[in-house]
């Protein structure tokens, strides 16, 4: 007999996220994320694609699920996805401004209240060779790790052509922190807990608009870097990321010039049967990167430094305990006391697809993550790494001067980080060429 898992309830994260939208004063500010999957290929029929997609959806209970209720009374309600309703199609002018103005406007589509919140879209005409699939999903019912198990899921060669029902078991108990560890995790969080008021400007108040942009780098960049400093490819992409930030608030936002930066960083907690479920299963935990306008290098070894509890399976077990174990109201209170006016800051994900994507012969060659950034947020970054390629879409608040050019900084801050790594150490010439050219480590999923 099929023995049946009940869903853990939607957490305070999920109706934070759900909540918050609501109170967005624009749709730019919704809590919609997703994936942009560039084929090169022909344009394939959408009743086809539709069908395609229906036969996939009986193993995904995260794409059959609704968000309802508040509080305690909030659960997760069963809803049978419609693919003509989900699946469809829109084409748009040649070009890759015309994609992305494609992808923006339906970013700041509302969510019906009585359908699962997905939606695929097929988008052709900007390319004559090739053809677009936008992903997108409410943040309330699956967070980046979900995003990455859908699409391998669905676009994975190796996925069968039909899907047996969902066997949903109980899961096994989870083993309790250690009495220590919880300790130390408690000291880490609560050492993150006080108010920073780096992005509260009585003169220049935050907005609900967004500037939205993507930049690529090749990954063998970021490894390269990571291999010679000894750090993760995450470490290297939030170094990058403190060095534009710390530049451009210099001359743009002085409160953030000196001082550290605070980062939330999502840890996924999500375990291999909780795969497809809705709901987030990460914890958001603040780091503080490294403030002023350090060497690049020195930037690097302390970005790894902070970054370093993160990493630990102690500190995970006790996030996962927390998620899993706390009650639903100190949840709530702790959700409600990190994303207070003064303690909200930026928001920097990493995640990682490990296996090439196709639809049919169509070949998928690129992936553009889609973030979302709430009110109150000064900004949010995303970085997927995908076929030797990282991309990684940035959402602004339109409030801050000049922040634009962050991507830019962002991506000139690894090329300088890469320069510097490349520079002969040993007196082997090639070396570090050989070095980039080598596999390593990827980053931590969200």
């Known amino acids: 007999m099929t023995q049946m898992r009940t869903f853990l309830p939607p957490s305070a994260a999920d109706l934070f996220l759900r909540d918050l939208e609501q109170r967005a004063e624009h749709p730019d500010a919704a809590s919609t994320i997703g994936a942009v999957l560039h084929l090169s290929g022909a344009v394939p029929a959408l009743p086809d694609l539709q069908e395609y997609v229906a036969a996939r959806l009986s193993h995904l209970p995260c794409m059959a699920h609704l968000l309802h209720g508040d509080g305690r009374q909030a659960q997760w ?32 589509a509302p969510w019906p209240e009585d359908a699962p919140a997905w939606r695929l879209v097929l988008l052709h005409g900007q390319a004559a060779d090739g053809f677009a699939l936008l992903y997108l999903t409410h943040h309330a019912v699956q967070d980046g790790g ?80 990571a291999r010679a400093s000894g750090a993760s490819i995450n470490d290297v992409y939030l170094a990058a990321l403190g ?52 060497p690049l290098a020195q930037r690097l070894a302390r970005t790894s430094t902070v970054t370093a509890a993160l990493k630990l399976p102690g500190h995970r077990a006790v996030l996962r305990a927390a998620l899993t174990r706390l009650p639903a109201g100190l949840l709530q209170r702790l959700v409600t006391v990190s994303t207070a006016p003064g303690r909200l800051t ?90 980039a050219a080598a596999p390593g480590p990827g980053p931590s999923t969200e």
């Not at 996925?159 to 560890?181: G, I």
């Not at 994900?349 to 947020?377: E, Q, T, W």
């Open 346 to 435: 930026l928001a920097a994900s990493c995640l990682v697809m490990r296996k090439r994507l196709r639809y049919g012969d169509a070949v998928v060659n690129r992936i553009d993550p889609v973030m979302c950034c709430p009110s109150g947020a000064p900004l949010a970054v995303v970085m997927l790494v995908y076929a030797g390629e990282a991309s990684v879409c940035f959402r602004i608040d339109e409030a801050l001067p000049g922040a634009e050019s962050l991507p830019a900084r962002w991506r000139q801050a690894l090329e300088d980080l890469s320069a510097a790594g490349e520079r002969p150490t040993t007196g082997r010439p090639g070396a570090a060429a050989a070095a």
């Open 146 to 225: 979900t995003i990455v198990a859908i699409l391998e899921a669905l676009f994975s060669p190796d996925a069968p052509t039909e899907q047996p029902a969902t066997v949903l078991r109980t899961p096994p108990a989870e083993p309790r922190p250690r009495l220590r560890q919880v300790l130390r995790s408690a000291a880490v969080l609560l050492r993150h807990a006080r108010k920073h008021h780096v992005w509260t400007s009585p003169s220049q108040p935050l907005s609900s608009r967004r500037h939205t942009s993507w930049v690529q780098v090749p990954v063998v960049c970021l490894k390269a870097v």
């Open 77 to 108: 309600v069963h809803a049978l996805p419609d693919p003509a309703h989900h699946v469809s199609a829109r084409r748009v002018a040649r070009g890759p401004e015309a994609l992305e103005a494609a992808v923006q406007d339906l970013m700041r």
């Open 243 to 294: 060095h534009a930030l710390a530049e451009w608030a210099s001359t743009s936002w002085p409160r953030a010039a000196e001082t550290p930066l605070p980062v939330m960083v999502p840890v996924s907690l999500r375990t291999a049967d909780e795969w497809a479920v809705p709901g987030n299963r990460l914890f958001l935990t603040r780091v503080d990167l490294p403030g002023g306008l350090p």
